[in-house]
């Protein structure tokens, strides 16, 4: 059994910046690919981020202002996010994959409002 905690959601402002953050019970190897989803209100939950070992790849609308990495711990899983836009607004999920079984964090709300 693995849990993942996410925190670091918040209100901030259009222009702001937030580190969200995801705790893994187990250490994340580099074979453990590591996601970001986010679900803004009334809309699909949608991908935003992946790490996989080195490679890292972003959807289009956060490209240059998202980053996502790991700690050297291991265990820690974070999503800086830089230059919010409303848009930006949700729930922000971390998602990874322990012993072939794939693992959901219970989500951190960003809102991003003036």
């Known amino acids: 059994q693995v849990q993942l905690v996410e925190s670091g959601g918040g209100l901030v402002q259009p222009g702001g910046s937030l580190n969200l953050s995801c705790v893994a019970s187990e250490i994340i190897t580099p074979p453990t690919i590591m996601r970001w989803y986010r679900q803004a209100p009334g809309k699909e939950r949608e991908f935003v981020a992946v790490l996989n070992g080195a490679i890292t790849y972003y959807t289009d609308s956060v490209k240059g202002r998202f980053t996502i990495s790991r700690d050297n711990t291991r265990t820690t899983v974070y999503l800086v996010m830089n230059n919010l836009k409303p848009e930006d607004t949700g729930d922000y999920y971390c998602?990874?994959?322990?012993?072939?079984?794939?693992?959901w964090g219970q989500g951190t709300q960003v809102t991003v409002s003036s």
């Open positions: 998602n990874g994959d322990f012993g072939g079984r794939a693992y």
